[in-house]
């Protein structure tokens, strides 16, 4: 089983920079890809960007290329987000995976919201 677990999500105004925080537990992590998403109400997830356990970026979405960077050191994976638009309001979720591809693994998502 693997265990992950979200923090650093928070309210910040546009043009802020917020970091989220994955901590895994339970596999060794090393194993596993990870990666971020979102969903904000209403709408469809997303995903955001996605990292092989060896730190090397698979996937940054067009829509936070630029301004959303991946990262990860020892059991913890990271989202540095910067120039926050309000549209990155959203439920953020990490995910992980030994398989890239399908994603087994979820944290419960952490509320990111971007005021105007």
């Known amino acids: 089983q693997v265990q992950l677990v979200e923090s650093g999500g928070g309210l910040v105004q546009a043009g802020g920079s917020l970091r989220l925080s994955c901590a895994a537990s339970?596999?060794?992590?090393?194993?596993?890809?990870m990666g971020w998403f979102r969903q904000a109400p209403g709408k469809e997830r997303e995903f955001v960007a996605a990292?092989?356990?060896?730190?090397?970026t698979l996937y940054v979405a067009d829509f936070v290329k630029g301004r959303f960077i991946i990262s990860n050191a020892k059991n913890t994976v990271y989202l540095q987000m910067n120039s926050l638009k309000p549209e990155d309001t959203a439920v953020y979720y990490c995910?992980?995976?030994?398989?890239?591809?399908?994603?087994?693994?979820w944290g419960q998502g952490t509320q990111v919201t971007v005021s105007s």
């Open positions: 995910a992980g995976t030994p398989t890239y591809g399908s994603w087994p693994y």
């Open positions: 339970g596999r060794t992590f090393s194993t596993l890809h």
């Open positions: 990292i092989t356990w060896s730190g090397v």
